[in-house]
Structure formats: C-alpha cells, structure tokens
C-alpha cells in the first residue's frame, strides 16, 4: 500500500497565480481530508468528503479557496489567486468510516 | 476560537525520564481524543487514543489520560528515548461532527541525549 500520495511535495508561486495541490487517497477509504498547518493555528480542517461528496467546507477561509473529488482516487485543493498568507504546509488524509486517519507527506506552499 | 489548545509550544526532556505533554479542550461534545506524531517532512501518524468512558490508556511507553471534569487530556512518554522528538498533535472528535478531528497547535517534544 504506497499510503496516501500527495503531490507536489513544494510549490513556490507568485501572489496572484492559481495553485492546484493533488491528493490520492488510500484505495477503499471513504473519507478525504484537506487539512492546513501553520504555526500559530495548528492543524485547521479545510474541508472533508465522504464518498466523494463534501460533507463540511465551513473551515475554507475564504472563497478562494476550492476543493473538488471527482472520484474516490483523486481530490485536488485550488487556490486563485493565492496570497502570501496563504503559504503553509498542506496535508490530505484518508480514512475508513471516518476513523484512523492515514495522512499523506503533504504540499509545502511559499507564495511570494 | 481553539477548541483544542496545546499551551506548550515546546519541551526538552533528558533521555530516560518522563515526558508530560498537556492538551485543554473547549467542546463538551467531543468523545474521542488522539494523539498523533510528526517528524519534519512527514505527514503525522497516529500514535495513542482514549474514548471518553476511559481515563486512562496505556501502550507500551505511552500512556494517555483523560480528566473530562478538567476538559484536560496528557501523553505520557517513559522512559523518553531521543526517537521521540517530534512535535506532538492532541486532537478531538465527537458531537455533530463526529468524523472530523480538531487538532492542537502542537508541541515540539526534543529528547535530549
């Protein structure tokens, strides 16, 4: 089992410019997580699906900010235009019925 | 607003003794606590859990306990050995969101050799 793959694992950006980070979650987990790690907030749940549906998007911050599952092997996390603030690292995690999470390495995102 | 709150950013520990590693919570709902650990550049794995009809769980070197009066959870580490640096994530579930976890802001252990 290659776990939870994430990709890119960095990604400098201008301010202004559309970023698109990608998760694959592990085979026959229902549940996907899109999570944020800054210092001074910890991890922050962005957004969850459950068999591809999003089931809580109440921890996105702003409309910027998008996530789509358009099938159980692939998400993707979109931010446009992105902005300094934006910079953290962010990790996807799957689980099965919505215990254990597995997370994946994660995106470190600069946005210059 | 932290439902979840690690106060300590940070903790040197001299290898062989104890590690104490503290987490509040605001939410009266949740049920669920965990504790996960993360090396740099890796994703965090699950290290221990405790459900909220236990006030204690043990295995091996680590031990969690759950005072739910207090809303105050700790992870014991005995003995600590330097493979425990990391920064340690308390996190919760339970009420209307029961599939959510809600992290900490984490606290750096370093286990000094």
């Known amino acids: 089992d290659a776990g939870v793959i994430q990709s890119p694992r960095h990604e400098v950006t201008e301010m202004g410019q559309e970023v698109t980070l990608r998760c694959k979650p592990i085979?026959?987990?229902?549940?996907l997580f899109w999570y944020r790690q800054t210092m001074m907030r910890g991890l922050e749940l962005l957004i969850y699906f459950n068999n591809n549906v999003p089931i809580d998007d109440s921890g996105m911050p702003e409309d910027r900010f998008s996530a789509k599952m358009p099938n159980a092997s692939f998400s993707t996390l979109k931010i446009q235009p992105s902005e300094p603030r934006d910079s953290a690292v962010y990790f996807c995690a799957s689980s099965f019925t919505g215990n254990g999470y597995t997370f994946g390495s994660g995106t470190r995102l600069t946005v210059v | 607003d932290q439902q979840v709150k690690q106060n300590s950013p940070s903790l040197s520990v001299q290898e062989g003794r104890i590690s104490i590693l503290n987490c509040d919570y605001t939410n009266s709902m949740f049920d669920y606590f965990l504790w996960y650990k993360k090396y740099p550049a890796e994703g965090p794995t699950f290290l221990i859990s405790i459900s909220s009809i236990k006030d204690k769980n043990e295995d091996g070197r680590f031990t969690v306990f759950l005072n739910k009066s207090a809303k105050h959870l700790s992870l014991h580490i005995v003995p600590s050995q330097p493979g425990d640096s990391a920064v340690y994530f308390c996190a919760a579930s339970g009420g209307s969101g029961t599939y959510k976890y809600i992290f900490g802001t984490g606290t750096r252990l370093k286990v000094l050799a």
């Open positions: 085979s026959g987990h229902d549940y």
